[in-house]
């Protein structure tokens, strides 16, 4: 019996031929769940698109992202979050499609920043990582945006300050997400 249990308990632990333990998968799951809900929570009960609430929800999200990125350190766990996300939004709120394309091509380009950084499993990979998806995903949801309302630039203008909030609290959630990283360490929760 103690040898079964040393053997199945052990996070790092990976069977031969598997890249993602069910460990490293459970926890993309719950963190891509619990970004998801907790940003439509602060949206329901922020009363929709306000600039507190815009602030506060991507402050949220990327902290949730910096945390599971220094929890679960391979290549390749920024684009199974985005991608998990992605098929949450569609079930719970049904994100547009469009919205799909920018995601995925920013994930794989933010995974190549963290690559060029020394990796994720370097210090800085992880924060290099999640601060180039916020800024490349942004980035290319107004592309998109352009190219959907290149007829009527006055909607493309309002929606440029909406962006640049939720890039804000972005950028909030990358110093949040350091800080509950450290103090997640002293805990023993993330080792690295």
Known sequence: MQGFKSECCRPEQVRRGQYWSAYELVV??????????????VALAGGGMNPVTLILKNLIFTTLLVVMLYKVRKPGVLLLFVTVNVLFGMLLMGVSVT???PMLLAGLLAEGAAAAAGGMRGRFGPLVAAAAYDLLFRCMSLAVS????????????????????G??????????GVNAVRELRHAGIVRS
């Open 28 to 41: 993309v799951g719950v963190f891509a769940a619990a970004a998801k809900v907790s940003t439509l929570l």
């Open 99 to 101: 919205l799909l394309p």
């Open 146 to 165: 352009w190219l959907a309302l290149r007829e009527t630039p006055g909607m493309l203008v309002a929606a440029v300050p909406i962006v640049a909030l």
């Open 167 to 176: 890039y804000l609290g972005a950028v909030g959630g990358l110093f949040t």
